[in-house]
């Protein structure tokens, strides 16, 4: 039976700032361990005379004075199942400690399995099931101007390691979309299939980090503004690549060959021959609780692709670019800037983006609360008929997770600012947040884009207003436990003039519960 349609958002938003405000017990104060030294002069009877002591022998230890344990550290927190949004990245080799350096977990015992005395196993997977409800999303021109459905995400993964030497990933996906009456996106259905399958070499011996990445294989590199798995998608993004990468104490560096796959409902994937994506990607760690990263991304595209200037033909974009990340006390921050040059269909391509993001945490006020804000610019085309396009090409982006959740705007021809709060009303439990966007156009003769980097409207005389509108995006997640989370989530956009002049003008919504199991 269908979804009952959600009528009403102000409801929506409502049960959302409710579910927020659920009061839970704070947990009661924790106490020193160490036992407290009773100071001289209590009245207590005076210790008798010590006999001399021997001189400790060779070797042997000398006892801690009281001080000293005061000084040392406290016991270290036990570890415990961490998963990540790149699963193959995940170690259990924590469970081959002492059993009690570890909490335990159902699911120990297909972590981490001893094979043979080389050879490891690790199984792995996740439920997620996310309903949504939309309303506008085309800002009316859509025949069916709302719509309700369910998506469903199933993996499961086995990883085979031969020591340090040799690792074999592979995980499998199954994901349906269910009650959806708009024509169906790509990224939401993939009916069992290869998600990834690579293996791991080291090339010089266990010992030098050196590792040759073969397969179909998930990237992701800096913030994700370029390159993502997308874990938002029901099926996430993935290539059939060649990776060689290394990881030094002070240094990261990736360098790769890769085609992206192209997802197929009812059929095996298969990559896309007519794209090609190779680069490097290199991190510098050296500077305490700081990232600095140089990149270089370049694609060959013969699909004969139109580009904004309205020509079709092949496209040859490089991207250099160069990432800076950090936290200072309360401070954190992140700045990007990237430019791009090429051809595409006989035009010149000349274009960049930078972007900005900080905030501070009020780590001793109560729910810990952290308001920051961010700014994105990515240049558009000022002429179509000039022989030069100055879109930026967004590449591979997590653009929801910078450009308000509804995936109206991307990261071309487009100026956002933001504003963000967040919480912790239950801590490392349940996080609240709104984020403001303002959007606006760079370029009034280009188009508006959307997080996929499809062309959307476009007022070729240029005479239309650059003002989008604005978005709110609410969320409120309950990590439940270390496997199960629960996010719900409002988003609203107030359209501006460049929409009213250029079609249609209603509203959008969306209104979404997500629940996740990993293990």
Not at 73 to 88: C, E, G, N, Q
Not at 137 to 162: C, N, P, V, W
Not at 314 to 329: Q, W
């Amino acid at each position: 039976m269908r979804s009952r349609q959600i009528r009403n958002t102000g409801m929506g938003f409502l049960f959302l700032m409710t579910v927020a405000e659920v009061a839970v017990p704070a947990p009661p104060p924790k106490t020193s361990d160490e036992t407290p030294v009773k100071p001289a002069g209590d009245g207590a009877p005076p210790a008798a005379a010590s006999p001399p002591t021997q001189p400790p022998a060779p070797g042997d230890k000398p006892a801690q004075t009281v001080e000293e344990k005061a000084a040392a550290p406290s016991t270290p927190p036990k570890a415990k199942p961490k998963f990540l949004d790149l699963r193959y990245d995940e170690d259990f080799s924590y469970l081959d400690g002492d059993p009690e350096s570890y909490e335990k977990d159902f699911f120990d015992p297909i972590k981490n399995v001893h094979l043979s005395d080389d050879w490891r196993l690790t199984l792995g997977g996740e439920v997620r099931f996310r309903m949504e409800a939309e309303t506008n999303k085309t800002f009316g021109t859509a025949e069916r101007a709302q719509d309700t459905f369910t998506l469903f995400r199933y993996f499961l993964h086995a990883d085979f390691k031969y020591r340090k030497l040799l690792r074999v990933f592979v995980q499998g996906v199954a994901a349906f979309d269910e009650d959806r009456d708009l024509p169906r996106r790509a990224i939401d259905e993939n009916r069992w299939d290869l998600h990834q399958m690579f293996f791991d070499l080291r090339l010089f011996g266990e010992q030098q980090p050196w590792t040759l990445r073969v397969g179909r294989q998930e990237l992701r590199y800096g913030a994700e503004r370029l390159v993502s798995p997308l874990e938002w998608a029901t099926v996430r993004r993935r290539f059939d690549a060649v990776k060689l990468f290394a990881k030094y104490e002070k240094w990261d560096i990736d360098l790769w060959y890769a085609k992206p796959v192209i997802v197929q409902r009812k059929q095996h994937d298969r990559y896309d021959e007519d794209h090609d994506f190779y680069g490097a990607y290199v991190t510098y760690k050296g500077i305490p609780r700081h990232a600095l990263d140089f990149y270089f991304f370049a694609t060959d595209d013969t699909g004969n692709r139109v580009n904004p200037n309205g020509n079709a033909g092949d496209r040859s974009i490089y991207t250099l670019g160069s990432r800076f990340s950090g936290k200072t006390g309360a401070w954190d921050y992140d700045a990007e800037l990237a430019g791009q040059w090429g051809h595409w269909a006989g035009d010149t391509v000349q274009a960049w983006s930078w972007s900005l993001d900080g905030g501070y945490t009020f780590e001793k006020c109560p729910w810990k609360p952290r308001i920051g804000s961010g700014f994105d610019w990515a240049s558009g085309d000022e002429d179509p008929f000039d022989g030069k396009v100055g879109t930026f090409d967004q590449l591979f982006p997590l653009g929801h997770k910078y450009l308000g959740f509804l995936d109206l705007i991307g990261r071309q021809n487009t100026t956002v600012v933001n504003v963000n709060l967040a919480a912790w009303p239950v801590e490392k439990k349940v996080r609240t947040a709104i984020a403001y966007h303002a959007f606006w156009l760079n370029a009034n003769r280009d188009a508006v884009y959307d997080a996929g980097g499809a062309a959307g409207r476009r007022d070729a005389t240029g005479l239309s207003d650059t003002e989008l509108g604005e978005e709110v995006d609410i969320t409120v997640l309950w990590q439940i436990d270390v496997h199960s989370s629960l996010l719900l989530g409002w988003s609203h956009f107030w359209h501006n003039e460049f929409v009213e002049q250029t079609g249609p003008s209603q509203d959008p919504d969306l209104f979404y519960v997500q629940y996740a199991f990993k293990f």
